[in-house]
């Protein structure tokens, strides 16, 4: 199994849910010459984080060891979604597999621009719906607007989006996970 590193907000999703949509950036953006839609879907499942329907990963996650202890197979820890407070948590890329919490499945992969998010992908992401601060100069209309709004805050809240991000509108994988039983 590999790990899917999980932010805060994705893991309170998963553990109070159950499952949660992810979304990362692709890397390398497709250029000017092709886009996801020019490769059979199976072709381009393989260049996902996620891997393909049924794929099961652990999931990774800000962590620490109790205060005054070695990180050892075993020990307790703590997990920055789950106790949060004033530790100095390690990044979930240093997660070791005996610490995670969660092993996980893919259900669905897409791969789709930025702006086709929609709010229904925000509450699956278990982001805060709130008025981000944000307002595109070129919205179509004010409907569309508040939809944007929402939107934006659940891609500015998997950290892929600033304003600029917004109206260059990238490529994004965005991957539905479940919590499963090993």
Known sequence: MKPLSLRPHEVRR?????????????????????????????ELIKLSPFGSPGTRMWARERWAPLPGAPAREGDAVLYDAKDGGEWLYSSANSMPRWASRFSIETVSVQCKRVQEAIPADAISMGCPLRYSGFAPEDAPDWMGWISGVLCVQRVKCAGVINRQAWLS????????VRRVEE
Do not use: H, I
């Not at 092709?34 to 490769?39: E, R």
């Open 169 to 176: 509108n990238p490529w994004c994988w965005f991957g539905l």
């Open 14 to 42: 998963l553990a109070s849910a159950g499952e949660v949509m992810v979304v990362r950036v692709v890397k390398p953006q497709p250029g000017k010459y092709w886009t996801p839609s020019d490769l059979p879907p199976e």
